[in-house]
């Protein structure tokens, strides 16, 4: 991965699922991605993407028109 010019090296990504239940959508469910760069171990971003299988990404959707 590359930022400003520098190279930084990514490494223990972890992925997963993680379900929340919103009180009006009901349960949504996710996959995700978590990264950290070995310059910076303490920081960790992870990215939850709306898992396909499920109607997630039209409650989503559905909240944001709310």
Do not use: N
Request: aromatic letters at 10%; charged letters at 20%; hydrophobic letters at 40%.
């Amino acid at each position: 991965m590359q930022h400003g010019g520098k190279q930084h090296e990514v490494f223990g990504i972890p992925a997963g699922r993680k379900e929340i239940v919103h009180p009006r959508a009901g349960l949504l469910a996710f996959q995700y991605h978590s990264f950290s760069l070995v310059e910076r171990p303490d920081w960790i971003l992870t990215v939850f993407i709306p898992d396909p299988t499920t109607d997630t990404g039209s409650k989503l959707g559905e909240l944001l028109m709310a």
